[in-house]
């Protein structure tokens, strides 16, 4: 039986509310605004200044809180990150989340209490209430690092990338880029179907991407996916077709830190350039025990959060359904065998994951095409792995 996991699908990349940190901005009653979009404008870059001038990569910011007609923001320096991190999780009762504004007396307590390791900084902002709240807290986690319990990432990985020589590395990096590219322009009908952008983030490893989807939830884990499907359907195509390029590709649903490039602060829809966390640490263990062409999914951890419930056969049935979107068919992904794999790390650690295979379809021209794509499971039985006795 597939592993069961649960998940909660928050819009608007907000995480349940706690006490400490007061209602979330999605969940708080909001008004009409008499704003107008200049005006917007005006205070959203007047709190970009803010930031700017108050922040720096020495002192990344770690939590704010918006008043009436200000914003009071906390920085650390990086030696006492870790500690500061620590201390918010412990006041607010729950994980690290930049998306949230803190209650303006609560920030100003863990500064007054905590002086050797927050720094606190306030500008008047007039009107900056009238402004959606998930859009300054979008504008502040740009210049910190949000961290996110439960977010979808891929990793794709060109195998035997460091035998290649330097001319044939460039080579398969230009064919992962054309590919990961193309597949994002076919992601666009499933992500209006999901009800997304068509916004994925990337970060380079050398040989292969990380890759995720820009917003949280579990319609953005499923477009996340898919987009890792079309780029091992794309490779595998290209490989039949004789370019000797092979990759390989994990997927979990785990926690990560994001964070920003300087020119995301300007823009309201930049995307994370760079993820690190649980989620990212176990995709690397996921692929340096993958085989060329092999997609292995991480079992998904049971949540205690109320909400959507999903298991790993219902989340790969709504990526197969997906293609239908195009027209051309579903996929029919599985995983094979229906059973847990377990791989264990250098560092002594045990992960459990699933080994995807099916098939996809693929325009080619006028005509569909089926592409398999994952590897089989052998039937037969390894002759190192029987004792034979003489009878």
Known sequence: MLG?????????????????LGEPPAQEPSEPSALSEQDERSILSAVAGFLTDSTTGLFPLVAY????????ILTTNIIDLPYAIRILEDVTRAGYNLSYSLRPEMAQRLSGENPHVFHASERKVPRIHEIELRRIGRLVATFGAPFYHEKGFALVDV?????????????????????????IRRSYRVCQKLKLPNRFGRASTGDGFYLWHDHLGAAAD????????CIMTQSESMRLAGFPMRLRASFVIDSAFMLYDADARTNPYAVASNAVGTATNTLARFIAAAKPSQILL????????????????????????????EGFGAATLEAKPNKLLRVDDKHGDVHYCWNIAGEVPKQAGKRTTLVHIGLQPHDATRIDDVDFVHT
């Not at 044939?168 to 597949?183: E, G, I, K, P, R």
């Not at 909400?307 to 997906?322: R, T, Y």
Request: glycine share 4%; with cysteine.
């Open 222 to 229: 499923v477009a996340a996916f898919f987009l890792l499907v």
């Open 65 to 72: 809180s918006v008043s009436q007609d200000s914003l009071l």
């Open 159 to 183: 195998c035997g990338f460091s035998r290649l020589d330097n001319p044939d590395q460039l080579a398969q990096l230009y064919s992962l880029t054309n590919a990961v590219d193309s597949a």
């Open 298 to 325: 991480g079992e998904f951890s049971p949540r205690r959060q109320p909400g959507e419930k999903m298991d790993s056969a219902s989340f790969l049935a709504q990526v197969n359904e997906l293609f239908r979107e």
């Open 4 to 20: 069961r996991y649960r998940r909660h699908f928050v819009p608007d990349e907000q995480l349940p509310p706690t006490e400490a």
